[in-house]
């Protein structure tokens, strides 16, 4: 079975700087997908960004980009000039490319604290 | 499209009382996922269906939970009897079946169980 792991329980930034999140996973496939989310404390999960495992270039959107590195199975977020509106939990997810169906493996979450 | 609708957005019960979660999907999509949020084990896949078969209910905790899907645009997850350890918040999803189908989340549903 696939696992998700987020080693950073809380991440702080101050505001308008670059904060990275982590995220490794486990897996014997080669092929899958791997997504951010974020939730605020409103609750709503929204989808910040995702990469195809078979690409190499690195996804971006806007000020949010992911360094993926396949062979160490790690996959990290970078928010470049945060904002106050960015804090809030980051979960990191894996879903496989052979599976059936759009089911999602979630890590612990990341707690992110912006500072103004 | 209004998005995933779920309701309640909040419920408080007492143990032993049922407790019924409901579910709108996305029009059109055809797969529909429920998962629980809670601190100690964040976000766990409890069941999911496609075109209102269960595909994977291993994530059902136990036979107290039940979920159904009578049609495409309707689901409920049921917890009979309640627990205090049931309470989390509940979040249904809904997406369609191809590789590139984004999954869409409902609001979620906060669950307390006194």
């Known amino acids: 079975a696939q696992t998700v792991t987020q080693s950073q329980p809380e991440m702080s930034v101050q505001e308008a700087e670059t904060v990275t999140l982590s995220c490794t996973y486990d897996?014997?496939?080669?092929?899958?997908?791997l997504f951010w989310y974020k939730q605020p404390p409103s609750r709503q999960m929204i989808l910040v960004i995702r990469?195809?495992?078979?690409?190499?270039q690195n996804a971006t959107e806007n000020r949010f980009s992911v360094n993926f590195q396949k062979a160490a199975k790690s996959f990290s977020l970078k928010i470049s000039d945060s904002q106050l509106g960015d804090a809030a939990m980051y979960f990191c997810?894996?879903?496989?490319?052979?599976?059936?169906?759009?089911?999602?493996?979630f890590g612990a979450g990341t707690i992110l604290r912006v500072k103004s | 499209d209004a998005g995933v609708i779920q309701s309640p957005r909040h419920e408080v019960t007492e143990m032993g009382q049922e407790v019924t979660l409901r579910c709108k999907p996305i029009?059109?999509?055809?797969?529909l996922f429920w998962y629980r949020q809670t601190m100690m084990r964040g976000l766990e896949l409890l069941i999911y269906?496609?075109?209102?078969?269960?595909?994977?209910d291993s994530g059902m905790p136990e036979d107290r939970f039940s979920a159904k899907m009578p049609n495409a645009s309707f689901s409920t997850l049921k917890i009979q009897p309640s627990e205090p350890r049931d309470s989390a918040v509940y979040f249904c999803?809904?997406?369609?079946?191809?590789?590139?189908?984004?999954?869409?989340f409902g609001s979620g549903t906060q669950l307390s169980v006194l």
């Open positions: 269906f496609n075109n209102n078969v269960p595909i994977d």
């Open positions: 990469q195809e495992a078979y690409k190499q």
């Open positions: 029009s059109g999509h055809n797969s």
């Open positions: 999803a809904s997406s369609g079946t191809g590789l590139n189908e984004k999954l869409f």
């Open positions: 997810a894996y879903r496989s490319g052979w599976e059936y169906g759009n089911k999602l493996v």
């Open positions: 897996t014997s496939e080669s092929d899958y997908y």
